[in-house]
């Protein structure tokens, strides 16, 4: 019989058997809780904070989309929330017709139709029910050509139809959309442009196209015309199935 000896005064007696067995399974639990915590930690600071409140803006400065709520369905935007420039001459699009090419250098948009008119003090579709506006400028890349594309929305087609004959008529009171960084010319001066006013479904479209060096002229030339006609045909193509 082996007759184990009490260790010095003072000196721990080392773990044995079920002793030692039960330590490590300690060991191991606590490790596992630091492990968690740490785990935990992390989490929490690489994890950003939501803003349930934030809304975003389209890139051309209008419409307010609603923060998705985790596990609900997101409501369809309204026609008027989505009649953007953005989401229909997105700044990523090629603008290509037969021989024209053009891509977009200038958009904005707007609920107020008075917003894109030249004369402030008085509204030219007022009676007639316009009810949302947006503008894009194309620069074409093979010619020193701006067309200025201006879309008008209305409540139905027939609504659309009553405004035609007041825009044609009244097109350069609407403003022209320059490329971002160009000034428009002094107010006297009258740049030589083609002018296109179509109806397409509920919606008017309204193209000018001038010389981006506002070269004045009494008629505009074939290259013009042409210019105002292929960006008249692309303006139409969105809204011609609406």
């Not at 953005?86 to 958009?107: C, I, K, M, P, V």
């Amino acid at each position: 019989m082996t007759i184990e000896e009490d260790p010095p005064a003072g000196d721990p007696r080392p773990p044995t058997g079920h002793r030692v067995v039960g330590e490590r399974r300690r060991q191991v639990a606590m490790w596992g809780v630091v492990a968690a915590l740490a785990a935990g930690g992390v989490w929490a600071v690489s994890t950003p904070h939501r803003n349930d409140g934030a809304s975003g803006a389209t890139p051309s400065g209008s419409g307010t989309v609603a923060a998705a709520v985790p596990g609900q369905p997101v409501a369809p935007l309204t026609e008027s929330q989505s009649f953007t420039a953005e989401r229909y001459f997105s700044a990523q699009r090629a603008y290509e017709f037969d021989t024209y090419r053009a891509r977009r250098t200038a958009a904005r948009d707007g609920a107020d139709c008075l917003a894109v008119q030249a004369d402030k003090t008085g509204d030219l579709l007022e009676e007639l029910g316009c009810q949302g506006w947006l503008a894009v400028a194309l620069t074409r890349t093979d010619q020193p050509v701006i067309t200025s594309v201006t879309v008008f929305r209305f409540a139905d087609a027939a609504a659309a139809a009553k405004a035609v004959q007041t825009v044609r008529d009244r097109a350069a009171g609407f403003e022209f959309t320059y490329p971002d960084g160009l000034l428009a010319p002094a107010a006297n001066l009258r740049p030589m442009a083609a002018t296109r006013v179509e109806l397409v479904g509920h919606y008017l479209t309204l193209t000018v196209s001038r010389y981006a060096d506002q070269r004045v002229g009494d008629a505009a030339d074939e290259v013009l015309v042409a210019s105002s006609h292929c960006a008249s045909a692309l303006a139409g193509q969105p809204f011609m199935w609406m």
